[in-house]
Structures are given as structure tokens and as C-alpha cells.
């Protein structure tokens, strides 16, 4: 029901005001800008006053099961989705609660002091990244898919790059990520 237009007994609906901007409405309601713009049926960032736009209510967070290299994505802590990912050799990928703080789309990998560009078939980081509030750590696609399933990071969570795209459409900065051994 998340990318539905019809609205729910959870949902909330927000009647547009002069001067408003999807993305400041988006925010101001802890949701993705590409969420409310699916709710919508919307293709554009274009609003109109006194449009009303259904709002997806829901606390969505994440939850990284590194034994079986699994992201659960859950809203109001029921299942929503579950992803397969790769996770650090040698118990690299940190144990614990983290915040997703940036979302960054076809980023730029910093290596060892060099600057690999997204289209480098050398940036590991796939089409997508969402920083945790542990420098250097988060969760990103992949320039090889035959690593997802396994422990084979640097530490970071890795995803196909459609199933990231997806993730990062739907959680905003802010959420938080559990992972546990």
C-alpha cells in the first residue's frame, strides 16, 4: 500500500499551501521525496494549493542479520521487505545501531587517498549509498553481483544495485540500522 494511492487509516493527508514545496512537505514528514511522489501519482515535483496529497504514515528501520547476509526492511516492526546482501569478511561490518546520515546517488568511492569516479567499472559502491553515522560505513549496490549472499565486504552491507534503488526510494535519512551477528 506504500506506492498505492488509496489512502489508509494510517495515512495522513496534507492539503497543499501557497509556497509549498514537495521536498520541504516530504521532509517535514520524514518521508522520501520518491514516496510521496509514487503515493501520488506524481511524475514531476509540481504541487497546486489546496492539492491534497496522501501522506504514507510509518516508522520504517532496517536490520542486517550478518549470519545470514539478509537486510530486513520493516515498517512499524512488521516485515515490509527482505533483501540479500553481502556483509565484511572477518566479521568487518560493525555490530550494532547506527543512523542512515546521507544518500548519495552514483557516488564517488574515496580509496586509499584516490578518487574513483561512478562510472569507474573500479567503484565498488554501485548506483547507490546510504552513509551511517560510523564514518566510512553503510550500505551501497554493486559492481559484482556474484559477491551478494556472502561475506565478502570491507565491512560495509552491499545490495544488487535494483534492490538499492528500491531502499533508498523508500527510507529516509534518519533511519535506523540494527546489525547483529
Known sequence: M??????TDSD???EVKPGDALGAIAS??????EVLKRANGLTGDLIRPRQKLKIPNGHFSLL???SQNQLLLTQDN??????PVATGTDGSTPVGTFKIVNKLTNPVWYRQGAVVPPDSPENILGTRWLGFDKKGYGI?????PAGIGKQVTAGCVRLHNADVEELFAIVPVGTDVTVVD
Open 140 to 144: 551501497h549496490g554493486s559492481v559484482d
Open 64 to 66: 542486517v542479520d550478518k
Open 78 to 83: 512488521q516485515l515490509f521487505k527482505s533483501y
Open 2 to 7: 506504500l506506492f498505492s494511492p488509496t489512502v
Open 28 to 33: 517535514k514528514h520524514h518521508v522520501t521525496l
Open 12 to 14: 495522513l493527508t496534507y
